[in-house]
């Protein structure tokens, strides 16, 4: 069974930071690629980053909203994927869910994922 747990969410001021975490069990992430979604109160689910499968070269891709301010990176030893999120805008306030998806990083950034985890509260107060 397939389990993507994410933590690191919590309340921080307008321009902190936060790092979420995604730890998955019973998949390899490094084989697969991996995203992170956020939705928030009233609206749709959007995609915000993704990076592709670890020895793809595929490299990583981004909402035009956080270029700049978001890094994903994955560390396969610990299977886990990470969202570094730096300068944090009231705006960032969602729940931010982990994914993962196939082999293709276009496809995840669709939105079509085959797991998800059961999301993270980020609160950004101004």
């Known amino acids: 069974q397939v389990q993507l747990v994410e933590s690191g969410g919590g309340l921080v001021q307008a321009g902190g930071s936060l790092r979420l975490s995604c730890a998955g069990s019973?998949?390899?992430?490094?084989?697969?690629?991996m995203g992170w979604f956020r939705q928030a109160p009233g609206k749709e689910r959007e995609f915000v980053a993704a990076?592709?499968?670890?020895?793809?070269?595929?490299?990583?891709e981004y909402a035009d909203s956080v270029k700049g301010r978001f890094t994903i990176s994955r560390d396969n030893a610990k299977n886990t994927v990470y969202l570094q999120m730096n300068s944090l805008k009231p705006e960032d306030t969602a729940v931010y869910y982990c994914?993962?998806?196939?082999?293709?990083?276009?496809?995840?950034?669709?939105?079509?994922?085959?797991?998800w985890g059961q999301g993270t509260q980020v609160t950004v107060s101004s």
């Open positions: 994914a993962s998806g196939g082999a293709r990083i276009g496809t995840l950034v669709a939105g079509r994922a085959d797991y």
């Open positions: 019973g998949r390899a992430l490094s084989m697969y690629t």
């Open positions: 990076i592709g499968i670890a020895w793809s070269g595929r490299g990583t």
